[in-house]
Structures are given as structure tokens and as C-alpha cells.
């Protein structure tokens, strides 16, 4: 991180608990700078999912300062929310595409919420869709893709309107080890045009030989980092 | 900009929909239909009572050996009465003649009576929309006061009965027209939250994609209001339908020859079809409330 710079992503003092339940996460200091690739590992039930949900504020922190792309969530109106999610792509283990749309419609939601005129869209949505090998499939329906298509259509969603910020939450989790690999090409092909990149796992093997920082949550603390 | 995008969405959410859009659709008319027929069959049974008792005429008969003078006199004072539309005054002997012509085959029996033994009378037929049948009640007693008045006869026992139905009649129409519509709220209000929340993946979606609130809600609220109008017009069309078969079947019958039916007053079709949107759109947009929600 250049000196001056403001982090992407930047978590002082934060806590999460559910209810009167357990602390999900527990005093939790992390910054990742711009154009950063982080792995966020740790066992199932470890928080990571809670931590990446924070940040695209589907859940609010209990206590502590949570800042991504220089805005404060913590001061974030309801009707801002829409705002911070635009520039954060997410993705899932889970897909979480509509299985009655199109590849094409898909993709062409994360535009349409922008405001984006369909002559727009329609370039873009292609162009992207693509960009991670779908070029022929343009038309069909979500539900009767492969699951690694169905994880390149969710990561060519995440992508399509340029965002700063990548959140994924165990996207290769549903994949065998070729399709794993597709998507990490994908992943350091678009850290290479800039985007900065937390991406929560619990596949040693993905982190294992890589230069990148590997940050660990154990029981919601995190662990020094690597 | 915004609304075009959810009108392009709103029909695409149809067509990808449609099994559940009829459904919901289907669930609104069938339980405005219910509520429609009744209207229908309360109006109806007003009006029969309405009818019924402006049927029932009032008839003055004066005393005998009135001086002819006082006859425009009273004319004028039975004309001056609120709610009056029309006397006619029947002399003794047009009373005479009418006897006759009642009596057909055995007007015999009046031969060498004098013409003048029955009384002159004024018919009075009243206007339906100012004389209510307490009214008739009224006027009726206010009259019998007058010193020229022997008697006054307007069915007094009908009007009694026809009040006391009348008034059970308009209870029971007022509980149960809001039983009714309470029930079609309460249906259509489930169906629709249900069909939100059988798309509460695509809500989730859209927000994660940075939907805002306006984005998300306009289509279905389009939607709502579409079948909400669909809804009522369906249940319409199918009481018109029915109403106009009655009818033609009424028409056709001798002995319901006199029985007119009418249909919904104007009011009545605006109330059903806007009260149909609203609450479709209401109903859309309490259910979506919690999935809007950070």
C-alpha cells in the first residue's frame, strides 16, 4: 500500500455477536490495501462468512469501525446500502443465480440496478460473459449449466460493472479440481486488472504455495497473519 | 427511466411467472366474486323492498258532502307535501264507475243505488327517493288530522312489516358485506405473501446487486396492481354475465314478469375494482417490507 493511500477494505475493533449467542467475531483489526489479493481461511464455523457479510453490510457489527472504499458502513442510511454493494462484486459457493434467467439476464441484472441504458448492457453482458468462456451459452436458462458454468456466470455477475472490491465466499467449495482451477485463473486475472480481493476458504491447497497474504479466523479471532 | 425499467420488468416477471400470476389472480376473483354476488343480491332485495313499498299507494277519503270549493283547497295543500309527485282526485262518481266496471258481471246489484253514496278520495303516489316508508307513515297521520279527512289508507300492517324486514335486511347485508370482505382481504393477502416470498431468492439476489428499494419493489408492485385489476374484472364480468342471464331468464318468465333486477350501481363497480388494487398493492408491499429491510 502506497503511503497515504487508504486501505479497500479497513475493520478497527470489530466485534459480531447474534443475539445473546455466541460472539461470531471477536475484536477483529484487519486492513487489505487496494489492488490486494487476500486469502481468508479458517475451519467451517470460523466467521468467515460473517466477516465478508459486514462488508457488504447484510449484517451490521455489534461493535467496532468497518470501512470499505473509503466509506463508513457504520454511518451507512439504508438508502446508501445499494451504493456500497455496487462496488462490491459477490461471490458464493452457492451460485445464488436466478434459475429461470438467462445466462445473458443474469448477468445483465448487476447493470440494469445501475441505471445502464440496454444497448449498454447488452455490450457489456457479452463482452463479459465471454471473458470467462460462455460466449456460446449466452441464452440459456441458469439451471441447465454445469456448476462450474453456473460459477463463471456468478463471478462474470460480480465483475460485469467493474467493481473496485471482489468478495468471495468459498467460491470453488461445489467444484471439482479442474473448475477450481478456471476460477482461480479468473480471480488472479482480475486482481491483475486491479481489483482488490478477499477470498474466503478453507481449501489449503488453494492458498498453500502462493505469495499472497492468507489472513485465519479460529472460534470468530483472527490469527496472525502469514 | 425508473418506471419504464420496472414495466420491461414486470412484464418479463409475468411471462416468467405466469402459472403463478394466474393463480394469484385467479385467488383474487374468486374472492371478490363472492363478495360481488352478494352486492349484487343485497341491492337487489333493497330495491324489492324499496319497490314494494312505494307500491303501496295512500289514499285520502274525505267525508261526505265536502263542500266543491274545498276540493282545489285540499288539491293544493296535498301538492304542497315534500315528496308528493302526483294526486289525482277521484270523485264519487268516478269511485261509482270503477265499482262498476270491479263488479263486471254483477254491476246488477248496484242498479238504483245513488252514484254519489261513496266518497270522493285523492290518490297520492309519492316519490321513491324522498318518501321512505317511514315517511309515508308521517305524512299519512299528519293528514288523517285534517277536519275534511274521514280516513286515510296506505297498508299500514305492510309498511309496519316491510320496516321491521327492511331494517333485519340492512343488518344482516352490513355483517355480512364486512364479513365478506374482511375474508377476500385476508385471502388475498396470504396469496400474495406467499408468492413474495416464493421469490424471496430473487429479492435477495437483487439486492446483493445493489437493487435499491424502488428498483426491487416497482415490478411487483406493477404486477400487484395488474392483477389486482384483473382480479376484480374477471369477477365482475362473470356477475354481469350472470346478472344478464337472470334477467333475459326473468323477462322470459310470466310470473316474474313485474321482477326487475338491476346490476351494481357505478360506485359499487369503482369500489370493488379499486379496493381489488389497493389491496394488491398493499398487500405487495407489506409482504416485501422485511425482505427491504438493510
Known sequence: ?226 | MIISISLRRALADIRQHFPTQIMTTMVVSLSLLILTFFCLFSINLQHFVERFGNELGVVVFLKQGIPQERIPILYQKITGLKGVEAVKYVSPEEAFKRLQSYLKDEREVLEGVDPRFLPPSFEIQVNRAVFNLARIKQVAGEIEQWPEVSKVQYGREWIDRLEAFSGIVRKIVAISGLLLMLTAAFVVANTIKLTVYARQEELEILRLVGATNSFIQGPFLIEAFLQGLAGSGIALSIVFGTYAYLEKMLGASSMFKNFELSFLPWQYVAAIISSSVILCVMGTALAMRRFLRL
Open chain 1, 1 to 226: 500500500m502506497r503511503e497515504g493511500d487508504a486501505p479497500a477494505i479497513r475493520l478497527k475493533g470489530v466485534s459480531k455477536r447474534f443475539g445473546l449467542g455466541n460472539l461470531a467475531l471477536a475484536d477483529i483489526d484487519l486492513e487489505i490495501a487496494k489492488g490486494e489479493f487476500v486469502f481468508l481461511t479458517g475451519p467451517s464455523g470460523s466467521g468467515k462468512s460473517t466477516l465478508l457479510r459486514l462488508l457488504f453490510c447484510a449484517e451490521r457489527p455489534t461493535s467496532g469501525e468497518i470501512s470499505v472504499d473509503e466509506m463508513n458502513i457504520g454511518t451507512l442510511s439504508g438508502a446508501q446500502i445499494p451504493l456500497l454493494r455496487r462496488k462490491i462484486g459477490v461471490i458464493f459457493q452457492d451460485f445464488k443465480l436466478l434459475n429461470n434467467y438467462t445466462v445473458f439476464e443474469n448477468v445483465a441484472l448487476a447493470l440494469e440496478v445501475i441505471g445502464l441504458r440496454p444497448d449498454q448492457v447488452k455490450k457489456r453482458v457479452k463482452q463479459v460473459i465471454e471473458g470467462v468462456g460462455l460466449g456460446t451459452k449466452l441464452n440459456r436458462k441458469a439451471v441447465q449449466l454445469s456448476g462450474g458454468e453456473q460459477q463463471r456466470v456468478a463471478i462474470a455477475r460480480a465483475v460485469v460493472n467493474r467493481p473496485p472490491i471482489i468478495l468471495a465466499d468459498e467460491p470453488t467449495g461445489n467444484l471439482d479440481n479442474k473448475r477450481t482451477e478456471e476460477v482461480m485463473l479468473l480471480m488472479e486475472e482480475l486482481n491483475a486488472r486491479g481489483a482488490t480481493i478477499l477470498f474466503a476458504t478453507h481449501d489449503e491447497r488453494l492458498y498453500q504455495n502462493t505469495h499472497r497474504r492468507v489472513v485465519r479466523l479460529e472460534d470468530g479471532k483472527l490469527e496472525a497473519a502469514q
